[in-house]
């Protein structure tokens, strides 16, 4: 009895991932930040203002091989991307906030990822990508269960 392989399997999302992944690594790089950074630079920028590290470590989950917030941190004031303030009262350690050439960072980063988003799905038609977006929710979702999340 032959049985054919499923038109799509985590190896082929696992590809993908992997080479998009590798495609923003590349324009990260470009800009000098690196993914750790990148989600502290983001973070702040979403919230509009400043952010503590402990409050940074806690909507932040280290990515393997990336450095923590605290030290994404000291590397992003170390290029003056973001200032970093002690709290009069000790508070949740130091505050990082985005400095002119910071928000200027984030928002050329993100004009690159919406470059390189119309290069990649830009000629996708819509309709397949909602499909392709509600397959890939419905594979998590399994996935989290079999793991009991």
Do not use: C, K
Not at 37 to 62: C, F, I, K, Y
Not at 73 to 100: K, S
């Amino acid at each position: 009895m032959t049985t054919t392989a499923p038109p799509l399997t985590g190896q082929d999302i696992g590809t993908v991932a992997a080479a998009t992944s590798r495609v923003f690594d590349v324009l990260l790089a470009r800009n000098g930040v690196t993914f750790g950074g990148w989600l502290v630079m983001n973070a702040l920028d979403q919230h509009g203002g400043p952010l503590s590290e402990a409050e940074l470590t806690r909507r932040l989950l280290p990515s393997p091989g990336e450095p923590s917030a605290a030290v994404a941190m000291r590397i992003l004031a170390a290029t003056g991307l973001v200032t970093l303030a002690q709290p009069e009262d000790g508070g949740d350690g130091p505050v990082a906030t985005l400095t002119e050439a910071g928000a200027a960072r984030v928002a050329a980063i993100r004009a690159g990822i919406r470059e390189v988003a119309g290069r990649l799905y830009g000629d996708i038609p819509a309709d397949d990508l909602a499909t392709a977006r509600r397959v890939l929710v419905a594979i998590t979702e399994r996935a989290n269960a079999e793991l009991g999340l």
